[in-house]
């Protein structure tokens, strides 16, 4: 793992609460979603090739895989800096509840972040806030650092309600999780998911900014400490506009992390846009 002193301003994003003179230093993620793809050999033979690729990478780099191949993958990329991780997880400790998966389950196959909240779970499987604020609870609770997904729908868009929208969802779902939780906000407007209309780098700065003064209202000074990383239709060639935003701290990536190439390309975002 790199050396949190080495890395530069464009590496961390540093954050100067200069009225006390203390620098808050929020590090890159490039996380990789990826949805209902991959067996578990492709999944092994993607992490063998992956790694060598992204193994001085100064984002901290997660894969978010089928459970199915949670352990393998992470037996496949232990001593790598790759964190893997779930796409679900229900809220219960365990119980009778056929098809579903806990966090504790989720944690000792290897993972060690949940993705929660996403907007293909909300849409296709009615996940509501209150649904998702339990599982943020228990995720916290037992031991793996959720990514919470938040994001406006096209119609909420074009009638404006962006702000109102994210901030029910926000406060909802973070009903009574404590202030000093380990937790990534992902903002994934539902428009730009998988149809390769990203948002402007400065919309995204506006929203994440908005979330981060949410965060604020909520946790005063910690919101400063919180990751806000962006997802849909990230490719390599938007990559580095985004992350140049203050306040996106990060690429949550679905289509662009299944391959390779384009994967550690945005990984790598630094190289790619300075040659
Ligand atoms: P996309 O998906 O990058 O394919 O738009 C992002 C996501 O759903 O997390």
Not at 67 to 78: G, H, L, N, P, R
Not at 122 to 147: C, M, T
Request: proline letters at 3%; one cysteine or more.
């Amino acid at each position: 793992m790199s050396s949190v002193k080495s890395l530069t301003f464009l590496e961390l994003k540093m954050y100067d609460r200069s009225h006390q003179g203390v620098f808050m230093q929020r590090r890159v993620i490039i996380a990789g979603n990826w949805k209902m793809y991959k067996t578990n050999d492709e999944a092994v033979q993607f992490v063998k090739e992956l790694e060598p690729l992204v193994q001085d990478s100064i984002p901290a780099v997660y894969l978010a895989v089928p459970f199915t191949a949670i352990q393998a993958v992470s037996e496949a990329a232990k001593g790598s800096q790759l964190v893997v991780g779930g796409q679900n997880m229900n809220n219960a400790l365990e119980g009778a509840f056929t098809g579903e998966i806990s966090a504790r389950m989720l944690l000792q196959a290897g993972a060690r972040f949940v993705i929660l909240g996403h907007s293909e779970r909300r849409i296709y499987f009615n996940e509501s806030n209150d649904f998702i604020n339990k599982k943020l609870n228990r995720a916290l609770k037992d031991g793996l650092q959720p990514i919470l997904c938040v994001g406006e729908s096209l119609e909420e868009r074009e009638q404006g309600k962006t702000e109102e929208v994210l901030k029910k969802q926000l406060t909802e779902c973070m009903a009574s999780v404590p202030a000093n939780a380990e937790f990534v906000l992902a903002y994934e407007p539902v428009w730009a998911i998988g149809t390769n209309q990203v948002a402007s780098p400065e919309e995204a700065q506006k929203v994440h900014a908005f979330c981060r003064q949410v965060l604020r209202e909520l946790w005063g000074d910690m919101a400063d400490q919180i990751r806000i990383i962006y997802g849909g239709s990230v490719k390599p060639d938007n990559a580095a506009e985004l992350l140049e935003q203050p306040d996106v701290d990060g690429l949550l990536v679905g289509g662009a992390s299944l391959k390779i190439e384009s994967f550690s390309q945005i990984v790598n975002y630094q190289k790619v846009s300075k040659t």
